[in-house]
């Protein structure tokens, strides 16, 4: 079965950097698009970023387009989201997703991982 | 982008039904058949009900029906069962190459 498992979450300082990782199993990782996807305490989700299945196109939400980095590594089957520049609105629950092909939205979530940005 | 509307809350007895609205504008709902619709529970993922406006993954209910009428597309849930209570968001695509969600609307049923 499809699995999607977020690590690298954690307490961060503001200004401070952060690497999520997404691993996936359950599914041919290297023919699939991924995203990151968001969710403030006590908000709404907020989409993020793209990657297409080989990392060729990326696409970015405007929140966060200058300070984050989509990649992955079709060999270890993980997808990644570099944060930089970490703000305390940044505090969030991150899910990465799998993409569901040609129908413009996502299939399958992880569990999700905890980023908390506060000095 | 600014976010999709979505009413912030709906409620409903079982056995009735219920409709979310999701507004947006000619550059996301309006211009594309890209609107999906997520269950989620508290602490938990989100869950997807319809994609492509009107279709229903497999393994979701009949219950759940998705329509689209110029910008705003709408979510209807018939016959109202208890399980069916939680938040539920509306997403679609947009033409800036990015994806766009409502508010979300926080479900009750009495």
């Known amino acids: 079965q499809v699995q999607l498992v977020e690590s690298g979450g954690g307490v961060v300082q503001p200004g401070r950097s952060l690497r999520l990782s997404c691993a996936a199993s359950g599914f041919t990782f290297r023919s699939d698009a991924m995203h990151w996807v968001r969710q403030a305490p006590g908000k709404g989700l907020e989409w993020l970023a793209f990657?297409?299945?080989?990392?060729?196109?990326?696409y970015y939400a405007d929140s966060v387009k200058v300070r984050f980095t989509i990649s992955r590594d079709n060999f270890k089957k993980t997808v990644y989201l570099q944060m930089n520049s970490l703000r305390p609105e940044d505090t969030a629950v991150y899910y990465c997703a799998k993409d569901r092909a040609t129908t413009y939205t996502w299939d399958y979530w992880g569990q999700g991982t905890l980023v908390t940005v506060s000095s | 982008q600014s976010a999709l509307t979505q009413p912030a809350s709906v409620s409903g007895s079982p056995g009735q039904s219920i409709t979310i609205s999701c507004s947006g504008t000619?550059?996301?709902?309006?211009?594309?058949?890209?609107v999906s619709w997520y269950q989620q529970y508290p602490g938990k993922a989100p869950k997807l009900m319809i994609y492509?406006?009107?279709n229903r993954p497999s393994g979701v209910s009949y219950r759940f029906s998705g329509s689209k009428s110029a910008n705003t597309a709408s979510l209807t849930i018939s016959g109202l069962q208890s399980e069916d209570e939680g938040d539920y968001y509306c997403?679609?695509?947009?033409?800036?190459?990015?994806?766009?969600f409502g508010g979300g609307t926080k479900l009750t049923v009495l």
């Open positions: 000619s550059n996301d709902i309006g211009g594309y058949n890209y």
């Open positions: 990657i297409s299945y080989d990392g060729s196109v990326k």
């Open positions: 997403t679609s695509w947009t033409s800036s190459s990015t994806w766009v």
């Open positions: 492509g406006v009107s």
